[in-house]
């Protein structure tokens, strides 16, 4: 059994050892950029053994310029006459699309004819188009940045180019992470949605219902997971991906033990102690990140009951407060659909785009 290689890795050396030579013996004046960027968990790193049934193996993007982007065909056929037919025990020949499932490519063993490899070839502009649904990078509305796929942003920006001779990374870093209004407004969406619910863990434990306090500490504990990855100005993953990104996110280690030690508690004082305890940690991120003035808050009852809350919404008040005199002002307070698990099929779809940017008033 072949030894399993991260598929980054994999990418960049058959791409120097042999895609690159074959491009620049064929076409020496070409000027481009290819890379491994979007799609895949090999561009997260989060890939293993189990993601290389389909769309992963040797590959890589090719932008070249407008002029160039004629030049498409022969450079694809000068690839599939002279790449090899595996690279380090992997296939680099692949199935054609499947219609019937999402254009979803297949590693094929062959051992003679030309190879058709898993290479994708486009100007950066129209790659943009297909992945966000535009190309001007300096003109993104805030309606626009809140409809955009968190997962594609991230798989935009955690991309990597082996070479870039059309500075394609200079744009990438225009969308590196949300501007300021954005992120301000997600931080005060997250901690308005922790607020309408933060006194229900205990209050549906206290009524019998083990079920709907779990599920209440769950939901909880995914927005401040999310609060955490804003605080670090990092995009967050799908579903798939989120707990494993959470898992290698920069923060202190005692948060992520004590929101997981919420998750699994076994009674209903130690669920709700932990994660008003997990609250309590992201708000001293929040009062370190110097977004706003300092929110004073204390671990209190809530209105007298038996109750434990640090009042939540002091934190998205203080938040929105920021966003007066922005195009953000005086919109609900709902988040973006990517901060919403099960949602990928539409939120992750450019083409629904303008029917999310209804949702904020635009």
């Not at 979007?38 to 993007?61: E, K, Q």
């Not at 030049?71 to 692949?94: C, H, Q, R, W």
């Not at 130690?270 to 001293?284: F, H, L, P, W, Y």
Request: charged share 25%; aromatic share 12%; net charge negative.
């Amino acid at each position: 059994m072949k030894e399993f290689i991260k598929g980054m890795e994999l990418c960049e050396s058959f791409f120097n050892e042999y895609a690159k030579p074959i491009i620049e013996e064929n076409f020496p004046d070409l000027e481009y950029s290819a890379g491994l960027i979007g799609y895949g968990s090999d561009v997260l790193g989060y890939d293993d053994a189990v993601s290389t049934d389909h769309m992963w193996g040797p590959r890589f993007y090719l932008f070249l310029s407008e002029t160039d982007i004629s030049m498409k065909n022969d450079i694809i056929n000068a690839l599939s006459e002279d790449l090899p037919y595996t690279y380090k025990g992997y296939s680099v020949n692949f199935t054609e699309p499947d219609p019937n499932d999402c254009g979803v490519q297949h590693p094929e063993f062959i051992t003679e004819g030309k190879v058709n490899p898993l290479v994708f070839i486009h100007t950066f502009d129209e790659y943009l188009n297909e992945q966000l649904g535009t190309a001007d990078l300096d003109n993104i509305s805030p309606f626009q940045w809140l409809a955009f796929s968190e997962h594609r942003l991230l798989s935009l920006a955690s991309g990597k180019f082996f070479v870039d001779g059309l500075n394609c990374s200079e744009k990438v870093k225009k969308i590196k992470y949300y501007p300021n209004e954005v992120k301000l407004y997600m931080i005060a969406s997250n901690w308005e949605t922790i607020a309408s619910e933060q006194a229900f863990v205990r209050r549906c434990g206290e009524c019998g219902d083990e079920i709907g306090s779990q599920l209440v500490c769950a939901r909880i504990a995914e927005r401040l997971m999310r609060l955490c990855f804003l605080y670090k100005d990092t995009y967050a993953p799908y579903s798939k991906w989120f707990g494993t990104a959470f898992n290698h996110l920069d923060i202190d280690e005692s948060i992520k033990q004590t929101i997981q030690t919420a998750l699994s508690a076994n009674t209903l004082s130690e669920r709700e102690d932990n994660i008003v305890k997990a609250q309590a940690m992201v708000a001293d991120m929040h009062n370190a990140s110097g977004l706003t003035d300092v929110v004073d808050y204390e671990i209190e009852s809530y209105f007298g009951r038996d109750i434990k809350v640090i009042f939540a919404d002091k934190f998205a008040e203080r938040t929105d407060e920021n966003l007066k005199g922005t195009a953000l002002e005086n919109v609900p307070l709902i988040g973006t659909l990517s901060q919403f698990g099960g949602l990928s099929s539409f939120a992750d779809e450019k083409e629904f785009y303008p029917q999310i940017m209804r949702l904020y008033g635009e």
